[in-house]
């Protein structure tokens, strides 16, 4: 089951980029990433009352709680990042950079969680995963010399953030049911996503939002609520190591959307690193 929802995961992540991209057109990344996380909190606590879990929040522990919102700001600051990056830069390019937190999170995962089975497959496949991500964003020849990376930077950042709120969410959500642990979770995101709005001085901008933008942005929002649950009941009940490796499919998803949406096309060295990254995660799912 947990592989199934693992999958479920990565299918909406996908999707997630490609309505965000839809969406930050016009819109400040920063503002989109507000309105998307306040969906994205309705979206979880509607899924808490639904599976009743809200009677529990009275008997996390500590330690959970202060996991669950160290991952809430790991998410908050990956989440600022990434849709920093895709307001500047091509899916096909941000989204690899932004997946291959799987190597940082497959490698905690084995040393923290004392994941070592199989563990020679395991790392192979996350060094093959890393190639796959290199091979993606190698800047092509023939892109004009003003058009430099400066999304880069923010699209490590995104991984590097992503990495730990998947370390911090997998003990924080240990003895949370699932649901309510994404929706805790959110509620830290969706602080530290205003206090950044406001301390920069962009809350007037939510009044001037194109409504097109604004119906993509809360689509964006339902398919991160989606995934956000499928992935903290596959982290929790599942292996860290594998679980990561396949959300990160979603790269597959986001590519594909881009090429016929944006018409974003991939090389052949990009296509090549596609397929190490499908290849090696597909490798570590079966040996799981």
Not at 130 to 140: D, F, Q, R, S
């Amino acid at each position: 089951m947990w592989l199934i929802m693992a999958a479920l995961s990565a299918l909406f992540a996908g999707l997630t980029s490609i309505l965000a991209k839809c969406g930050i057109k016009k819109t400040d990344s920063e503002v989109a990433t507000v309105l998307r996380t306040v969906v994205v909190l309705l979206f979880s606590w509607l899924m808490v009352f639904v599976v009743g879990s809200a009677g529990t929040i009275t008997e996390i522990s500590a330690k959970s709680s202060i996991f669950l919102i160290l991952s809430g700001i790991a998410t908050g600051a990956s989440w600022i990042c990434y849709f920093k990056a895709l307001s500047i830069g091509d899916v096909n390019k941000v989204v690899p950079v932004d997946k291959s937190s799987t190597v940082l999170t497959v490698l905690l995962a084995i040393i923290l969680f004392n994941e070592t089975k199989h563990l020679a497959v395991k790392l192979i496949g996350t060094a093959l995963l890393a190639v796959g991500v290199l091979l993606m964003i190698e800047k092509k020849k023939t892109e004009e010399k003003e058009t430099k990376r400066t999304w880069l930077p923010y699209a490590i950042g995104s991984a590097v953030f992503a990495a730990l709120t998947s370390i911090f969410g997998k003990i924080g959500i240990s003895d949370v049911e699932s649901n309510l642990g994404t929706a805790i979770r959110t509620g830290v995101v969706l602080v530290i996503a205003w206090l950044i709005v406001f301390v920069k001085g962009k809350g007037n901008e939510v009044k001037k939002l194109d409504r097109k933008e604004l119906v993509f942005i809360a689509l964006s929002g339902i398919a991160t609520g989606a995934s956000w649950l499928c992935y903290y009941y596959a982290i929790q009940n599942g292996i860290v190591s594998v679980v990561v490796p396949i959300d990160k499919l979603s790269v597959v998803v986001s590519v594909a959307f881009s090429c016929f949406v944006f018409k974003e096309k991939l090389n052949r060295k990009a296509i090549a690193g596609l397929i190490l990254i499908v290849v090696s995660t597909l490798t570590m799912a079966i040996w799981a």
